[in-house]
């Protein structure tokens, strides 16, 4: 592993400032180091802000002497364990099939399937040769064929 | 006088039993109904988990309120726990992310009052903050973490002020220990920057750490 490059090696220094930098990556960064005086600059400024953070970690915030567990233990009174929900392993099964189902009902007798009659007769009927579309498809608006790029191309399915 | 050295016997081993029973067997206690074995557990972590928390929120009460929140959670939840893996950073997570959410939904808060004022009553220019008024370093760090984004600011504090390991946090997270590395690195060059930058706009008038004071004057 060869870094000549000081933008991987600065990548690496606030690892490095506390000793978090893997073993490997260390000795390289390290020896950069050596005949880097810009990133040992870096390092340094690194080494100063991670001071203070030092700092604040020696001040260990108060805790409050009384135990939190008696208004735990009120705030849990009359909530009983949550045993795991014993789920029948058949119905994750069962709604998988069904989507499956599902789908490939939709994929062959979807609004594409153009060789279904009852399409191209709802169409026509449209057109004004018949009842309204209303009455036929049950929808309440009108389709027109050449809208659909489905229906362009007989083989499309 | 001896029932009462025999009732200090009693609690000595009772302080013994609690401190030698694993978490892996109190947590199934808890899971066979057994309410206090969840004390055991409150009182194991209840400190540390409160002073986690209030590197996030400083306010020691909100702190403790959001401990508790946690632990009942943790409760709600253990059926999710996965008895294979430790307790302690599955109790963490919970932890941190409650006072995550705290203090995401303050934020909100906080931008819903600004835009909800009246515009006669905002003041033109932001108050000038008194410099007189001493700050504490803590109190600056706490502002200065809070710039910095949560993902990255949670490692941080994680690590460089609750003193976790990497790993450690990669377990509380549940994320790969290469990935808290990274961010960790990030966020210490974030912390860098902001940090110097504020002390830039304040003219050096920012609380200096001890060590750094006392390495100044070593040199002199």
């Known amino acids: 592993m060869i870094w000549n490059n000081c933008h991987q090696v600065r990548q690496r220094l606030p690892l490095l400032a506390e000793s978090d930098l893997p073993v490997a990556e260390r000795t390289v960064v390290e020896r950069h180091l050596l005949q880097c005086p810009e990133c040992r600059r870096q390092l340094s400024l690194t080494g100063e802000s991670q001071a203070v953070l030092h700092e604040v970690r020696a001040v260990r915030p108060v805790e409050g002497n009384a135990s939190v567990w008696p208004a735990v233990e009120r705030q849990l009174a009359g909530v009983p364990f949550r045993q795991r929900a014993e789920r029948p392993g058949w119905i994750p099964v069962g709604a998988l099939t069904t989507a499956c189902a599902a789908l490939l009902f939709i994929g062959v007798f979807g609004p594409g399937f153009d060789s279904l009659p009852s399409s191209i007769e709802t169409v026509e009927v449209i057109d004004g040769s018949g009842p309204s579309a209303k009455g036929v498809s049950g929808r309440g608006y009108e389709y027109k064929p050449s809208q659909s790029p489905y229906f362009n191309d007989t083989n499309s399915y | ?220």
Request: no cysteine; glycine share 4%; hydrophobic share 35%.
């Open chain 2, 1 to 220: 006088m001896r029932r009462m050295a025999e009732s200090e016997l009693r609690s000595d081993v009772t302080v013994l039993d609690e401190a030698s029973v694993s978490d892996a067997r109190l947590v199934e206690m808890v899971r066979q109904g057994d309410r206090d074995a969840f004390g055991q557990l409150v009182r194991r972590y209840e400190n540390r988990l409160i002073s986690v928390i209030r590197r996030f929120v400083r306010d020691l009460e909100t702190a403790r309120d959001l401990t508790q929140e946690g632990f009942i959670k943790a409760y709600e939840r253990l059926d999710q726990f996965d008895p294979s893996r430790r307790f302690a950073p599955w109790l963490f997570r919970i932890g941190v992310n409650v006072a995550l959410d705290y203090l995401r939904k303050t934020k909100r808060r906080g931008w819903f009052a600004l835009f909800s004022q009246r515009r006669d009553d905002r003041p033109v220019e932001p108050p000038m903050r008194d410099p007189r008024i001493a700050r504490d370093l803590e109190q600056e760090v706490h502002q200065v973490l809070q710039m910095i984004p949560e993902n990255y600011r949670m490692v941080l504090v994680l690590r460089d002020l609750e003193n976790f390991s990497t790993s450690e946090i990669a377990a509380i997270t549940n994320r790969k220990e290469a990935t808290i590395r990274w961010r960790l690195a990030e966020a210490r060059r974030e912390f860098q920057r902001l940090w110097t930058e504020r002390q830039e706009r304040q003219g050096g008038s920012l609380p200096k750490p001890i060590a750094e004071t006392e390495g100044g004057r070593d040199e002199t």
